[in-house]
């Protein structure tokens, strides 16, 4: 009772400071001029992220569960292309992906470039030669995580010099003064992430109870509990109409995911992380792999309708969900 409890609370606040969280990001994004794709990917990725880098270095250090720490990842990874497929069922009339900026293709891109290495990892086990006691995938993640961060702001400048006039016309935050916004998104962010830190364990908790295994527990019970920030925050984006910010949350969060899996990597001393994982992780990060690709499909082709409550691509992403949770409900 109070593991529900405490999760109910934390659920309250995250959604309380998470709303504002969108909106002070969106005006960030706004008086600095470097746009909303690149102040998703960035800087919202990096705050709705931290309980995944929490639960991780945590699950490896005190706890010793490295599959809590590599499910907790890839598992997110699912859920935050799960959350497009939510986010297109509450934008009416036309589907999401046509309202998206197509730059989101980039930090998409890079997602898929880094889940295929996760799972190139996870496939070879303890076959790869370490350095030292972290796996050479380790230094991958970080180097192209910081090439994507480059390229993904140049990109979003060249957009902006582009189009300067009609962003001029988009203001909509005249009058509230830059400093405002950066103290309040801190301020917020700061409740976000004391709040989404105690989630972990509250999801942990509940999880044990059911009796599953760790590969299982750590790909739906915590990913879910440590992703809630990024559905509260992309939800409320969406809803002040900051779809650019909602969408690079989600692409970026994943691209900060696997920076966060380098680092768990670091953490654990017994040797590369993914040798000491399940294979089954795997499953997830063939499914991130696929429900990216399918987001991709959808920002890239642009349709203007729905046939029903959801778009094409986000049936799809929906799909490739389900069979995901099967499959590793299969193979717990």
């Known amino acids: 009772m109070f593991l529900w409890i405490a999760f109910i609370i934390c659920t309250t606040v995250i959604i309380y400071a998470g709303t504002r969280l969108s909106k002070y990001g969106d005006i960030i994004a706004e008086?600095?001029?470097?746009?909303?794709?690149?102040?998703?990917?960035?800087?919202?990725?990096?705050?709705?992220?931290?309980?995944?880098?929490?639960?991780?270095?945590?699950?490896?250090?005190?706890?010793?569960?490295?599959?809590?720490?590599?499910?907790?990842?890839?598992?997110?990874?699912?859920?935050?292309?799960?959350?497009?497929?939510?986010?297109?069922?509450?934008?009416?009339?036309?589907?999401?992906?046509?309202?998206?900026?197509?730059?989101?293709?980039?930090?998409?891109?890079?997602?898929?470039?880094?889940?295929?290495?996760?799972?190139?990892?996870?496939?070879?086990?303890?076959?790869?030669?370490?350095?030292?006691?972290?796996?050479?995938?380790?230094?991958?993640?970080?180097?192209?995580?910081?090439?994507?961060?480059?390229?993904?702001?140049?990109?979003?400048?060249?957009?902006?010099?582009?189009?300067?006039?009609?962003?001029?016309?988009?203001?909509?935050?005249?009058?509230?003064?830059?400093?405002?916004a950066v103290v309040n998104y801190s301020i917020n962010a700061v409740i976000v992430i004391m709040a989404a830190i105690f989630l972990p364990k509250i999801g942990e908790g509940i999880a044990e109870a059911t009796g599953l295994g760790q590969t299982f527990v750590g790909n739906i019970f915590i990913a879910v509990s440590t992703s809630f920030p990024e559905v509260v925050v992309s939800i409320s984006a969406v809803k002040i109409g900051a779809i650019d910010l909602a969408i690079g949350n989600l692409f970026g969060s994943n691209i900060f995911n696997i920076f966060i899996l380098a680092l768990d990597d670091v953490f654990f001393t017994k040797g590369p992380l993914l040798s000491f994982a399940s294979q089954n992780h795997i499953i997830s990060a063939l499914s991130a792999i696929a429900m990216t690709t399918i987001a991709i499909i959808g920002l890239t082709y642009r349709t203007e309708k729905k046939p029903l409550l959801l778009a094409w691509d986000s049936i799809g992403i929906l799909l490739v969900y389900v069979i995901n949770l099967m499959l590793l409900y299969m193979m717990r």
């Open 31 to 180: 008086k600095t001029g470097l746009g909303r794709t690149w102040i998703g990917v960035v800087l919202m990725a990096s705050v709705t992220s931290l309980p995944e880098l929490v639960t991780g270095i945590s699950s490896v250090t005190y706890a010793d569960v490295p599959d809590i720490a590599v499910g907790d990842v890839l598992g997110s990874c699912v859920f935050n292309m799960f959350i497009i497929s939510f986010l297109d069922a509450m934008h009416r009339p036309t589907p999401i992906s046509s309202r998206a900026h197509h730059g989101h293709v980039l930090s998409a891109g890079f997602g898929i470039l880094l889940l295929s290495i996760a799972a190139t990892g996870l496939f070879f086990g303890n076959r790869i030669l370490p350095l030292g006691w972290i796996g050479p995938y380790t230094l991958f993640f970080v180097v192209i995580y910081f090439i994507a961060m480059r390229l993904v702001y140049f990109y979003e400048k060249k957009q902006i010099s582009a189009f300067m006039k009609e962003m001029a016309i988009e203001l909509k935050y005249g009058k509230v003064p830059t400093k405002t």
